[in-house]
């Protein structure tokens, strides 16, 4: 069977495809629209009736692409913009009701946690897992005591924006300092991606990964895109997504950094392939 998650985010709207049977799930295709709600949530407050059409546009498209592949089964969630502007519920019932399938708006410790079903999220003690979006950030840790999660208000979009203020990014440094065990940072999301790319590396230690920030922040937009073939909806936020991981990074003790393909369509369709098949559960009355 066929499942799908969509990722209504802060810069574009995702969605991840898999293939599954009981006992196995398997990465199929991803679709990506740029789509910036970020601009309207951070510097208007809401979003406006005219992005909502085209929200609604894109989705419905993905709707019809579902439909003519077989995708039964999807789930769509809405991060950091759907979270931040004032008219969320309006906008999530006009958008529901106009692509006839439920949204699901989640907060940012729901999007931290959800960072668990990441395949290797459990695998070890030494990886502190760091998904800078658009609008927010959030950390997943795994420990032997206990699951850490955490989420703060900055993001690429919002920090380009100039929309991020010193208390959240003080907040996020004392939170921080409570996890000063060395490790190593994992980080999610396209612009991270982006960064390892250039680079064409599958790691970095911390003095490369400060070097390479520095020399793109150095560069401007043309030449960004002209050089490292930046998409237009990256190239103005890259350097605000990489300075939030710089400071992460000089905020613990960073043996290496990587980065992972994995992003939160990816761990919606990985919960939805677990309720799909998981045992029915019997409720008895004592």
Do not use: C
């Amino acid at each position: 069977m066929k499942i799908a998650a969509i990722d209504i985010g802060t810069n574009a709207i995702k969605s991840k495809i898999f293939s599954t049977t009981p006992t196995s799930i398997e990465f199929l295709e991803s679709k990506r629209t740029p789509m910036r709600l970020g601009t309207d949530v951070f510097k208007e407050g809401f979003l406006s009736e005219k992005k909502l059409r085209s929200l609604v546009n894109v989705l419905n498209k993905y709707k019809k692409y579902f439909e003519e592949n077989e995708i039964e089964l999807y789930e769509i969630v809405a991060t950091s913009a759907f979270r931040d502007t004032s008219n969320s519920e309006d906008a999530r019932r006009i958008v529901e009701n106009n692509i006839e399938h439920p949204i699901r708006i989640i907060s940012g410790l729901e999007e931290a946690k959800l960072i668990r079903f990441h395949p290797k999220a459990q695998a070890s003690f030494e990886k502190m897992y760091v998904d800078v979006g658009g609008g927010s950030t959030e950390f997943y840790m795994h420990t032997k005591e206990k699951d850490y999660i955490k989420s703060f208000q900055l993001g690429a979009v919002r920090n380009y924006l100039k929309m991020d203020n010193k208390e959240e990014w003080q907040r996020m440094f004392d939170w921080l300092a409570e996890h000063q065990k060395e490790m190593r940072l994992v980080g999610i999301g396209g612009n991270i991606r982006s960064f390892f790319k250039i680079g064409k590396m599958k790691s970095m230690t911390v003095d490369v990964f400060k070097k390479q920030a520095k020399e793109l922040s150095r560069l401007n937009k043309a030449d960004k895109k002209s050089i490292y073939g930046l998409n237009d909806d990256r190239v103005d936020v890259i350097d605000s997504a990489i300075e939030i991981y710089s400071k992460v990074i000089s905020h613990l003790s960073i043996s290496k950094v990587h980065a992972t393909k994995w992003g939160v369509s990816d761990s919606t369709a990985v919960k939805l392939f677990h309720e799909l098949y998981s045992e029915k559960i019997q409720i008895k009355n004592n």
